[in-house]
């Protein structure tokens, strides 16, 4: 596998750190999870739990301390398996603990990258600084992860992934004329603020590779982020032309580059859409053959993109129309059928049981553990010819129970014998 | 050596606009990253908008946007695009299987020549698979890949929704696939410093986007139910600016006290100040009553206030902003994030997002405007292949 060889030691919780460390064990690093019995990591111990077979679980809906403090167990939260496939490893250690503090010292030795996700100096309280680390292990890549990055004015604030979202203008990015912003649902800069994590990682153990040179690379969840609005940023630094202006953003209608129809239209069904997106005289032709060449497409109106443009009310009314007839997966085979772009508007249980693609791509895979039986997690979103990537990692395993490695690697790392671990445990540092 | 971590890495581009922020990713790291274009430009040359509105190769900010840091050469035949490759250390490329084997521009011919070359494609649905050649622009992606049904505005009062789900802004999938089409390239870069040897990457980008929606695919296998769209939690201060104010109470006790102990001093916890709300479950009953107090706070203060009093709290608050507001947060300015770079033939300078993440010992490239439409032409031809240009 492409990281073959490569050690991560893993602090990090929630998604945006763990995001990272899953992406380097889907390519074949070894990913230790440092955990703490006494303070899980949230997702661990809130809903939605992954149910005993024949029961069903809570929603997300329901995550409140209530019912996290109720949790029967540490392996059965659901979001935990999201970001901890990889075949990432789970050790408990109490840092706070001075055995155990020198254990995570003889494991930062035998590590080539720590990577974090506590709030900025939580893991210097425990005596293991850069600093402290740098000098026991020189070419150390230390990635930490939080909301704000270790240095600025503001390194105190704390994000989720909506709050980073809100910060930076991708809630903003989601509406339509004359409403307030809609936002997203989900933590979308959890997984792009895990991404960029993921690249630096990468990218310290390259440079570490070319000059034998450790460092400390500071991500926060903001910055992966500003980039992603696009031309939109520069419009306004060059045009002087604002995103928060009357009519903007547009719903789901753009003016660059210039598309009509394009949009979700809907679907037969309660709530059901179909996307259809035409930016060329092409896709329109191919749309006007689909749909059996109605009147209403050879209306002056409609002739040219320009005129599509300006009449896109009046041609979605009419599109609509023949949408409505339509389930929106016939709607696109018979729309791709004829060169339109065009996709169903598919929520999560599509994807994973009428999505002929995902299927055929054998995109999700069957993982479990020790407490649950295997459940089709997503999987890794590209192939490599070499170094195939796998969701289970190099282990091919599911996402750890709490703590389950924990003398596997003693053992196999720092070579501690039986006694060696018993009594770290009896003296609580395994806690 | 220099600081830079993929720095002598060539890389040549032969991408549409879907991909080209992996190209910006791996030119801030350092790689050479020329892009091949044919003589009328790359086509998001050619997308608005554009400087003072006026079109042009070389005034597209869409262009600008993912193309900063690379340079540009005009190659109108495929000829040359395959000595090009042979010459780089990776291709990234948007062609369809198809189109790729017609210009003989596919894996084995490519291979052949230069068996160390990382070729990496990415394709709407990857190279294979019943849907390999539907036609897909961002919106059909965002739709097929579950953020669409996740975004928008939540039904009336009578349950049912009066609004269509909703796509962002900005090319989310085609971004989330370029950014994984880089982390990709990245892996196969580290494995050929040991190896020697390339390899072919596949980025199927409806994956990508079928992989980024949190915990909504957990929450329909844990419970059955599958999620509706809706905006998360959201105060209106005193300015009509709007905060996204989330409550994370399950993260522990000292959420619920830090937001209390916040609310008692502004005056407005009201029942809050109850001891029967120390209690989780008494909380979680009567959520009514927290947000009726946090509402009751935000008619105390403007946005951007209400923001730094929930942080001060400790609470996850964020004041949402447009993307230039963006441009005049004080921590990113301090960061050093934002980057303005000379333009010269316009006579101007342009800021543009900077550094992801801040690397001291490899710093983040951003020092080359983008490229104007073949302007490294001769250059390269000289550099990579040894030629005296044309």
């Known amino acids: 596998m492409a990281l073959d060889g490569l050690r991560i030691l893993d602090f990090t919780r929630l998604g945006f750190g763990a995001q990272a460390t899953l992406i380097c064990g889907c390519l074949g690093a070894e ?21 005993e077979p024949g029961e069903r679980g809570e929603a997300f809906g329901a995550a409140t301390l209530a019912n996290a403090t109720g949790a029967t167990s540490a392996n059965r939260g659901g979001i935990f398996y999201k970001y901890n496939t990889g075949g990432k490893k789970s050790i408990t250690v109490d840092a706070r603990h001075p055995e155990g503090l020198a254990l995570l010292k003889e494991l930062v030795a035998r590590s080539d990258v720590v990577a974090e996700s506590f709030a900025a100096g939580t893991m210097a309280r425990w005596g293991l600084s850069y600093d402290v680390m740098a000098a026991i292990r020189p070419d150390l890549v230390y990635v930490s992860m939080c909301g704000f990055g270790h240095e600025g004015p503001d390194t105190a604030h704390v994000t989720m992934g909506p709050t980073a979202q809100a910060l930076t203008g991708l809630t903003f990015m989601v509406g339509m004329p004359g409403r307030p912003p809609a936002g997203w649902s989900f933590s979308y800069l959890d997984h792009v603020g ?64 210039p598309a009509a129809p394009s949009g979700a239209y809907p679907a037969a069904g309660d709530d059901r859409w179909v996307v259809i997106s035409c930016r060329t005289e092409e896709h329109w032709c191919n749309l006007v053959r689909a749909l059996g060449d109605p009147p209403w497409a050879a209306e002056a109106r ?28 016939e709607a696109m085979a018979l729309l791709q059928g004829a060169g339109v772009p065009a996709g169903a508007v598919q929520d999560a249980a599509d994807r994973l049981e009428r999505d002929p693609q995902l299927q055929a791509r054998g995109h999700y895979c069957a993982l479990g553990n020790a407490e649950v039986a295997p459940l089709p997690l997503e999987g890794v979103p590209f192939r490599m010819s070499a170094t195939a990537p796998h969701t289970g990692g190099r282990l091919r395993r599911g996402p750890p ?22 009594a770290l445990r009896a003296a609580g540092a395994l806690s | 050596m220099t600081g830079a971590p993929l720095e002598g890495v060539r890389v040549l581009e032969l991408t549409d606009e879907s991909a080209e922020y ?28 554009f400087v003072d509105d006026e079109p042009g190769p070389d005034r597209s900010l869409a262009f600008w946007a993912d193309n900063v840091g690379k340079r540009s050469a005009v190659v109108a035949d495929d000829d040359t695009v395959r000595a090009l490759a042979g010459a780089a250390d990776v291709l990234v490329h948007t062609l369809r299987p198809a189109e790729a084997a017609d210009r003989g521009l596919d894996a084995p011919t490519l291979q052949r020549r230069a068996p160390a070359l990382v070729l990496c494609a990415v394709t709407p649905f990857g190279q294979d698979g019943p849907w390999a050649d539907y036609l897909a622009d961002d919106l059909v992606l965002m739709a097929l890949g579950g953020s669409m049904a996740a975004c928008g505005y939540g039904p009336g009062p009578d349950g049912a929704y009066d609004t269509p789900p909703l796509a962002c802004h900005g090319e989310q999938a085609w971004r989330t696939a370029a950014t994984y089409a880089a982390i990709a390239v990245l892996g196969a870069l580290a494995w050929r410093r040991e190896s020697g040897a390339g390899q072919c990457i596949d980025v199927s980008a409806h994956e990508c986007s079928a992989s980024m929606t949190e915990w909504h695919l957990m929450t329909y296998l844990c419970s059955g139910t599958v999620h509706r769209r809706g905006p998360h939690p959201t105060l209106t201060a005193a300015d009509g600016r709007q905060v996204a104010a989330l409550n994370p109470d399950f993260l522990g006790p000292h959420v619920f006290a830090g937001m209390l102990a916040m609310l008692e001093e502004r005056g407005v916890a009201g029942p809050l100040s109850d001891p029967a709300f120390a209690d989780p479950v008494h909380r979680a ?106």
């Not at chain 1, 990913?31 to 149910?51: G, K, N, Q, W, Y």
């Not at chain 1, 960029?196 to 992966?224: F, M, Y």
């Not at chain 1, 630094?237 to 903007?248: C, E, K, Q, T």
């Not at chain 2, 190209?23 to 908008?49: F, I, N, T, Y």
Request: proline residues 8%; charged residues 25%.
């Open chain 1, 194 to 257: 895990g991404y960029l994590g993921a690249v630096a990682i990468l990218a310290g153990v390259v440079h570490r590779r070319r000059t034998g040179q450790g460092q400390h690379i500071d991500v926060s969840q903001l910055e992966p982020a500003t980039a992603l609005s696009g031309a939109l940023l520069l419009d306004a630094a060059v045009n002087g032309r604002p995103s928060r202006r009357p009519g903007f953003p547009m719903g789901n209608r753009r003016l660059h580059p």
């Open chain 1, 31 to 51: 990913v230790i999870r440092v955990e703490s019995t006494r303070f899980p990591d949230a997702i661990r111990v809130m809903p939605p739990f992954v149910p």
């Open chain 2, 22 to 49: 992996c190209g910006r990713l791996l030119a801030g790291l350092g790689a050479d990253v020329v892009k091949a274009e044919p003589p009328e430009g790359a086509p998001s040359r050619h997308v608005g908008p």
């Open chain 1, 302 to 329: 409609f002739a040219t993109l320009e005129d599509r443009v300006r009449n896109a009310d009046a041609l979605d009314a009419e599109l609509s129309a023949w949408t409505r007839r339509h389930d929106r997966y």
């Open chain 2, 285 to 390: 009953q009567h959520y009514r009553e927290v947000w009726r107090a946090l509402k009751r706070l935000a008619e105390t203060a403007d946005g951007e206030t209400l923001y730094r009093l929930g942080q001060g709290a400790g609470l996850p608050w964020g004041v949402i902003r447009s993307p230039e507001e963006v441009l005049d947060d004080r921590h990113l300015r301090a960061r050093g994030h934002f980057v303005a770079l000379e333009h010269p033939e316009l006579g101007r300078a342009v800021t543009y997002p900077g550094a992801p993440f801040v690397a001291h010992a490899s710093p983040w490239v951003m020092a080359r405007r983008p490229p104007l439409l073949g302007e490294h032409t001769d250059e390269v031809l000289a550099q990579w292949l040894g030629t005296g240009g044309r």
């Open chain 1, 401 to 422: 129970c709490l703590g389950e490695d924990t003398d596997a690697v003693l053992r196999d790392v720092l070579g501690k014998g039986e006694d060696a671990i018993a």
